[in-house]
């Protein structure tokens, strides 16, 4: 029986005994976050639509590459949904510069029980607020580079700044964002 | 660590790498532990980024698509390829994972464009077949109407040879008849006096199977010379010009043999017809 207090390991576990009820839940639990990353990176719902399928797709096909000492598993489905988004936009399957499609927010965390969605809640606070304090060249270097899978040399061009600024900016805002977060207690994986 | 390659670490960390730039790097990283311990710390920023989206739902088909492609997934596991149907190979083949089927639809258009054409070609080939089988057949039946025509052209001048003898003056005439063996058999013999040459008309023989012939014989004393082979049509009627080495009334007697196909040096098979050549017949 699944339930939603069964942990993330635990559904893994069942989903490598091929029980797709199991990711079936881990899909009520995290495709609209995944989801949310995809719009970000694409801002086209039918290639993000695509980028879900795809990310939960290889949970189930790739189980076998999920190592839980090196992170959660939604760290790992978030990497898995990054790359795809990439390699679109590498594809040119995308535009650089998308027209950000209207968006339905997902308020409510299908699949998540009471402490985890309140979890989820706070760790985006926290991002949140730790991307706001950031510098906005800063932060703007880490969003083309993050969210839009622009290159060091496409964002200079883009910035209009020299390579070596960017190089800079994107270094220190890092630093300065993992600062941030770990002073609103938010835990690495 | 390395000034250069340095500047690659923050976009390595947030993915941007081109695939030259990353290969290069990550060659770097297992040499630089410095680099390595950066690249980790770093791993919580990379956590945390994603939740700098807001969440959306995904469109309602994807789950449906996806739990489909599990299920799917999940039966091909439970079944040896070996054991699936020829059609559900095909399937798998042919249709996506995602279900978009637009590229599958095209496939099966091209394939029954492919199937359609190839059975007009077979059928072309077929007709052009049967029709060249047809001029064949024709032409053997031209061939065979030119051979009936080419006997039937002989037959009609060894019967105006034989009405010629017969209507010429002084011309005798001999009574041919059948043994035992073939008792309606009869004919007749015309030639002139002293005459190498003579027409001999018969009817009533029977027809004889494939490889058996008739065989004419002109006796002298004991001594039969073959005079030729022939066959009978449907009527047991057959009309022989003769052509002897000496005066055809000057022979004893005129027999017909059965003998094999390409006639025989002497009689061996049954003989049909006998009948002496009297000059009072």
Redesign the interface.
Known sequence: MIRADLSDEQLMRLIATRDGTALEYLYERYSASVMGLAMKMLGNRAEADEVVQETFWRVWSKTDSYRADRGTLLSWIFGIAHNLCIDMIRQQKVKLLNIQETQIVNFANHGMNEAASIRDAVEREQVQSAMDDLPSEQREVIEMAFFKGLTRQEIAKATGVPLGTVHTRARLGLQKLRTALQARGFEQD | MEDKIE?????Y??????VDEREHFEAYLQTNPEAREWVK???????????????????P???K???E???E??RA?QLPAEKLGFIERLRRLFVP??GNMVLPAMVVLSLVIAIASLAWALLMVNRASALNQEITNLQEKLASQEQLINNLQEQLVNEQQVIALISAPGTETFDITGTDLQPQARGRLFVKPNSQTGSLVLSGLTPLETGSVYQLWLIQGDLPVAAGVFTVDAQGQATLQLQAVQAISSYDALGVSVEPEGGSQQPTGDIVIFSALSKDA
């Open positions: 500047e690659l670490l923050p976009f960390v947030l993915g941007t790498l081109t710390q770093m791993t919580l920023v990379t956590t945390a980024l994603p939740r700098y989206a807001d969440r959306v739902d995904a469109s088909h994807v789950k698509v996806l739990m492609r599990v299920q997934h999940s596991k994972k995602g």
